[in-house]
Structures are given as structure tokens and as C-alpha cells.
Nanobody, 119 residues
Framework: QVQLVESGGGSAQAGGSLRLSCAAS????????MGWYRQAPGKQRELVAG???????TYADSVKGRFTISRDNAMNTVYLQMNSLKPEDTAVYYC?????????????WGQGTQVTVSS
């Protein structure tokens, strides 16, 4: 099993910054990638940013140029630096880890951390 522990959520003013961290433990071998998703009230969960084990990154169009995902492979930790925050970034942010086991891609989720941006 994999355990994901998130930290760093909270409140910020529009234009401000927050940094999320997610530490993975347990069966952290054969990791394919890690990332951050978010879910706002009444909306579906969406990918915010992802990073593969090789360091390739992907971002939602809405956060490009404002958010940066990074990863410490040795510590199995992924970070999300969020700058120039907007009220529409308000959501619960979930850490995701995906790995391959017996030919199947498995997803693991953190408990979620609230990010609230006020105007």
C-alpha cells in the first residue's frame, strides 16, 4: 500500500502564494508519476499538474505560468508551488501517485488539503 500525506494548504489573498507538499511512503516502487488534482464545490476533480518519474511535467491550461510542480525522488515527495493565486483556484487539492503493479496502473490519493483564495 501507499500512504500520501499532504501539507501546506490554507488561505491566501488573490495574487499571493502557497506551497503544497505531499510525502509518499509504503510501497513506493515502480512509481510512474505523481501529481496534484483539485476539486471545487459542484465540480469534477481535475488535474492541476503532474510529473513523471523521468521529470516530465504537465499542467492544466488554467495554471500554466503560475504553478510549478517539482519532485524529490529520494524523498518520494512532490511539491506544488502556487503563485499569482486567483479566487478560482479555491478547491480541495489532492495528491496523486500512480504506479505500475503486475501490468496495471494503480492510483493512490491523499486525504486532500483545502486551498482558499480570497479576492
Amino acid at each position: 500500500q501507499v500512504q500520501l500525506v499532504e501539507s501546506g494548504g490554507g488561505s491566501a489573498q488573490a495574487g499571493g502564494s502557497l506551497r503544497l507538499s505531499c510525502a509518499a511512503s509504503g510501497s513506493t516502487f515502480s512509481i510512474n508519476g505523481m501529481g496534484w488534482y483539485r476539486q471545487a464545490p459542484g465540480k469534477q476533480r481535475e488535474l492541476v499538474a503532474g510529473i513523471t518519474s523521468g521529470g516530465n511535467t504537465t499542467y492544466a491550461d488554467s495554471v500554466k505560468g503560475r504553478f510549478t510542480i517539482s519532485r524529490d525522488n529520494a524523498m518520494n515527495t512532490v511539491y506544488l508551488q502556487m503563485n499569482s493565486l486567483k479566487p478560482e483556484d479555491t478547491a480541495v487539492y489532492y495528491c496523486n501517485l500512480n504506479r505500475v503493479r503486475l501490468g496495471t496502473l494503480l492510483h493512490y490519493w491523499g486525504q486532500g488539503t483545502q486551498v482558499t483564495v480570497s479576492s
